[in-house]
Every structure is written in structure tokens, then in C-alpha cells.
């Protein structure tokens, strides 16, 4: 015991160097979109745990399968003891015996040979683990996905601050015009102010922008399960297009119905209730089995005698109060209900494929359109700025020029955030968010 102990403790200080000095994980230098995405898959704790629990479902199979493999124990047990002869009702042997010691050795086995019931129940274990397994690539694929969005929201509000820091130079610049018009006398001091105005309200945009990229970064941080103070520099940019994506509802539900682990867990699931209720059934048949057992006994451990016993049964079952036919039906209620369930879910992807077909489609066209507003509206402010240099304008003009940029850029980082979101869920919805190496 004192070895045992002293061993416990020599392991317990091995391991704590170990818990201590282990690094926190983090990703290795810029992070990509993909990056991101899988690193939520591997890391993050409901893909993790999600994981495990098809651990949990793999060591039900096992305890499933036990009941087909060989059954072996062994006991010993000695007793100290005196028999009554009369009752054996010998005229001879009367009487009460001394006490005697007695050993018995005992090594017991059996052996199922036929069941159909435990054969279907292993089988339908079996099915439960891989649905399981696909349980944990749909937690996964969520996770990546709200990683993603994560992402793409980080770019998308570093990229207004960069538009914010441009609208504060070209606002300065027309107040800095404005002045210059009224030292001159061409404009009124009213334009100034006006302009004042436009630059104090653009330069409160970026303040309020900065604040929101810090808390987008926070929230990026906790999607990818990280320390909030762990520095992510982000390698790609808004607006990149996947052209292999589809652009055909009617393929993109058969691809999805095709990969998306919801669905493939479903089958699975049903399958396994399928295999449950054809367990109850087969219930109701014999079932076969071997048994054997070796025994050495005796009053003294050094004169034991052996004997040893083989049975070959067959069980039949005939009543047991309706208890097998009633857990038919209720497994056949169980198989009608998830029927259900994987219908509805097959309902449901087909809807969210169909969704991010037209999702994609209509970011491309925003995303044109908002180009063009900006080309536009960069334009306007050009031919406000000559006509108020020219002094057959206002700044007015100039100021609400500048509004429509400032309106054309955030539309078009918008449009850009839309298209790289709709692509994000698309991954999702059509079942290809996987790791490079898998499960």
C-alpha cells in the first residue's frame, strides 16, 4: 500500500510540470477566412464536446456487441459448516456432523450462439455512432460558420474606418476651401460652420467605428474559442468571389442534400430506430447459447477434486405480460416519429439551399450596383467642388455631395460584407465547411 501511494504521488508531480507550462493555443501568423472557419471546427467547445459524444456512442457499440462475445468469471469461496443427516434419511448416517471446512474453485463461462434480437440491437449501436459522428460535423459546421461571419464583420468595419479616415481628409480639405472662399469674401461664414459641422460629424463616425472594430475583434476572439487578447491579423480582404460555388437552386439542393451532415445524420438515426424495432420483434424468437462450468472442491485446499459441466440451451420465449410486444410498439412509435424528424429536415435544407442561391445572386447584383452608386457619387462631388471653386455654388453642395459618398462607400462595404457572408453561409448550408483533415 505504502508503494502504491508513494507511486500515486511521483505521478501526480511528473503530470503537474506539464499542466503548467502547456501553451495556450492560438493560430500562427495572418489568419485567412478558411483558416478561421477551421480553426473554429477543431477548437471550438461545442465542436469539441460534440466530438467526444461520439466517443460516448462508439463505447455503446461495445457494450452492445458484449452481449455476443464469451462470458467468463470466476469466484472462490470457502465455508465453514455441520449438515443435518436426517435430513437425507439414511438410517445409517443420523445425526448432526462436526464442523468441516470446505473450498470451492469455480470458473464459470458462457457463450451466446444465436440472437437475432442482440445481433439487430449491436447493428442499430452501430448506426447511432455514425449518426453521432455526423452530429459533431453539423455542431462543427456551425461553428465555422459563426467564425466566419465573425471574420468577415472584422473586415468589414476595418474597411469603414479606412472609408471614415478618407471622408475626414476630403472634409477637412473642403473646409479648409470654405475658409479660404470667405477670407476672400466669395462665400458667406455660414459655410464654414457648415463644413465644421460635416467634419465634427464624420471624425464622431470614426470614433464610433474604432470602438466597433475592437468589440468585433473580441467577438471574432470568443468564435474561435481564443484568449480576448490575442492579436489576429486577418490576411484577406472583403468581396472575394467563389465561382465554384452554384448558381442553380436545383443543384445546389441535390449537392446539399447530398453532404450536409444533418441529413446524413438523420438516415443514420432512423436506420438505427429501424434496427431497434426489429430488435423488439426478434425478441420473440429462441435464442441459443453454450454455458460450462469447472469447479475444484474439498476439505482441504490440498486435496481438491474437480468436476466440470457443458450445457448446450436453447431459449424460448412463451409470456411475459405483453412487455416484449408493447416494446415493439413503442419502438414502432419512435420509427414513425423520426421519419418525421428526417423530413423535416431534409424540408429544411432544401429551403436553406435554395435561400443562399438566391442570397449569392443578390449580393452580386448589390454589389454592381453599389459600385456604380459610388463611381457616381465620387463624381458629384468633383463637379460640386469646381462649381463652388468657380463661385456659382455653395458649400451646400459640396457638403451634400460628400453625404452621398460617405453613403456610396458604406453601401458599397455593405454589399462587399453581404457577398462574403452569403458566400460563408453557403459553405454551411451546402454541407462543404470540412477541415483539411477531417474528423
Known sequence: MRAFRMALVASLLAAAPLVAQSPTLAPQGPLTL??????????????????????????RVGQRRADLLPQVSGNVDYSRQTFNLDEFGIPIATGVTEPFDLYH???????TLVNLAAMSRVQSASDSSVAARFDAQSV??????????????????????????????????????????????????????RNEVNLAAVRTQLVVTRNQLARARLDLARALTLPPETPLPLADSLGQEDQALPTDQDSAVAFALDHRPEVLAEQRRTEAVRLSRRAAGQ???????????????G?????????????????????????????????????DAQKLREYDVTQQVDAEARQVVLDLTAAREELVVAQQRL?????????????????????????????????????????????????????????????????
Do not use: C
Not at 165 to 193: H, K, N
Open 299 to 335: 476439505q482441504q485446499t490440498d486435496a481438491l477434486s474437480g468436476t466440470w459441466v457443458v450445457q448446450v440451451g436453447v431459449s424460448i420465449p412463451i409470456f411475459d405480460g405483453l412487455r416484449r410486444q408493447k416494446r415493439r410498439a413503442e419502438q414502432s412509435a419512435r420509427y
Open 283 to 297: 425478441e420473440n424468437l429462441p435464442s441459443a447459447g453454450l454455458a460450462g462450468q469447472v469447479q475444484e472442491s
Open 105 to 111: 474453485f469455480r470458473l464459470n463461462g458462457s457463450q
Open 375 to 439: 463611381r457616381l457619387a465620387d463624381l458629384e462631388l468633383k463637379q460640386a467642388d469646381e462649381r463652388v471653386a468657380a463661385g456659382v455654388a455653395g458649400s451646400v453642395e459640396t457638403t451634400n455631395a460628400q453625404r452621398n459618398l460617405v453613403g456610396a462607400r458604406d453601401a458599397l462595404i455593405q454589399a462587399r460584407v453581404s457577398l462574403d457572408i452569403a458566400r460563408v453561409n453557403s459553405y454551411r448550408a451546402l454541407g462543404i465547411i470540412v477541415p483539411a483533415n477531417g474528423l
Open 34 to 59: 478558411d483558416d478561421a472557419m477551421r480553426w473554429a471546427w477543431q477548437h471550438g467547445v461545442a465542436a469539441s464536446v460534440a466530438r467526444l459524444n461520439t466517443d460516448v456512442a462508439d463505447a
Open 140 to 193: 462543427g459546421s456551425n461553428a465555422a460558420a459563426v467564425a466566419g461571419v465573425a471574420y468577415v464583420r472584422v473586415l468589414g468595419i476595418a474597411e469603414t474606418i479606412r472609408a471614415r479616415e478618407a471622408d475626414s481628409a476630403i472634409a477637412a480639405d473642403l473646409l479648409a476651401q470654405a475658409r479660404q472662399l470667405a477670407d476672400a469674401g466669395v462665400s458667406a461664414a455660414i459655410d464654414v460652420t
